[in-house]
């Protein structure tokens, strides 16, 4: 699955990295986290490799990244998990998670072939 870009409210430029990519008989699975980065404004595929890389790090190293988000029950509830320099407000989450949410009620919009 390629990373979502949107910009929340702020001005504040996001990249959001499912943690799974996963396919049950043939079918793409819509992961249930998402990692939380500041999109920098030089994204090639080497930074993009080296974050999807440390996802597998206890510590993430990225002065970029913010945390994660888990869907623990779509629509209804969703946890936060700080876990970078820099933590996000309580509307910055409520706006990731609407836009995360889209994606997930649209599965169109996912780029599952990259």
């Avoid at 029950?73 to 998990?81: E, R």
Wanted: aromatic content about 12%.
């Amino acid at each position: 699955m390629s990373p979502i870009f949107f910009n929340i409210s702020g001005g504040k430029n996001l990249k959001i990295i499912p943690n799974v990519q996963a396919a049950a008989n043939g079918h793409p699975v819509i992961t249930y986290t998402y990692n939380i980065y500041v999109a920098d404004e030089h994204e090639d595929d080497t930074l993009e490799f080296e974050q999807e890389t440390e996802l597998l790090l206890n510590k993430k190293l990225n002065p970029n990244y913010l945390g994660f988000i888990t869907f623990e029950d779509p629509g209804k509830v969703f946890t936060y998990t700080p876990d970078g320099k820099d933590q996000l407000t309580a509307t910055e989450i409520e706006e990731i998670i609407e836009n995360i949410s889209h994606f997930r009620d649209h599965p169109g919009m996912w780029h599952l072939d990259e």
